[in-house]
């Protein structure tokens, strides 16, 4: 998927840029799965490899995990082999090359736990006043606390789905948030989910770009 803006343009994917033609700031994508199908490792990898300034905000793992995830992503080393630092001098020149690679990338990690979506606006504008960012992650959309109380967990998800939209218009970036899908896709024969499928709320649905 290329991610384009004046000045910077990486192709990811050839065949998801047709079907979704590429990023654009100030749109809201949302990846939606079931848990353990990759969301993370998807969005990490498409953080390091966009060449773009990005802001990653987990409410899942830790900086380290995040770094551990990304370090193997860029050296080709096994995220099982660096966890338990089972490799070789050809790995770890690999590594070498990798954490070489991350440093000259333009990334900023928030890990705070219980974070709610007025402290993420808060940060996602420090990121773009200090450093310019161009794409915001956030990881994932409903373990997000909504600053204002609801009766309900969908009116609590809706709330935090619209303030992320108008957050990518404000700063006119891409805002890209993980999300959960519904476990009743597990039981149908063609297990690919639907944008109705998205967990706790339909207007995640209504939202997304």
């Known amino acids: 998927m290329a991610v384009q803006r004046s000045g910077w343009c ?14 654009h700031n100030s749109d809201l994508i949302i ?6 199908a990759g969301k993370t490792a998807l ?36 995220l099982h082999d660096l966890r338990l630092a089972k490799y070789g001098d050809d790995e770890q020149s690999m590594i070498t090359s990798g954490v070489a690679q991350l440093s000259q990338k333009h990334l900023y990690i928030n890990d705070r736990p219980g974070i709610d979506n007025l402290e993420i606006q808060r940060q996602a504008r420090e990121w773009k006043q200090k450093y310019n960012i161009d794409i915001l992650f956030i990881d994932y959309l409903q373990k997000i606390n909504s600053s204002m109380q609801h009766q309900n967990k969908a009116e609590s998800v809706g709330e935090v789905a619209i ?9 006119d970036i891409l805002v890209v948030a993980l999300a959960q899908v519904n476990r009743s896709v597990e039981h149908r024969p ?16 209504q939202e997304a770009d």
């Open 163 to 171: 303030s992320f939209k108008n957050l990518a218009k404000e700063l």
């Open 190 to 205: 063609d297990k690919r989910p639907m944008a109705s499928d998205l967990k706790d709320c339909g207007i995640i649905e």
């Open 31 to 36: 990846l939606g799965a079931r848990p353990g």
């Open 10 to 23: 990486v192709d990811w994917s050839k065949t998801l840029d047709e079907q979704l033609g590429g990023f």
């Open 43 to 78: 969005a990490i990898n498409m953080m390091i490899h966009s060449g773009a300034r990005c802001g990653f905000v987990s409410c899942e793992q830790s900086a380290e995990q995040i770094g551990m995830r990304a370090m193997s992503l860029s050296s080709g080393v096994s």
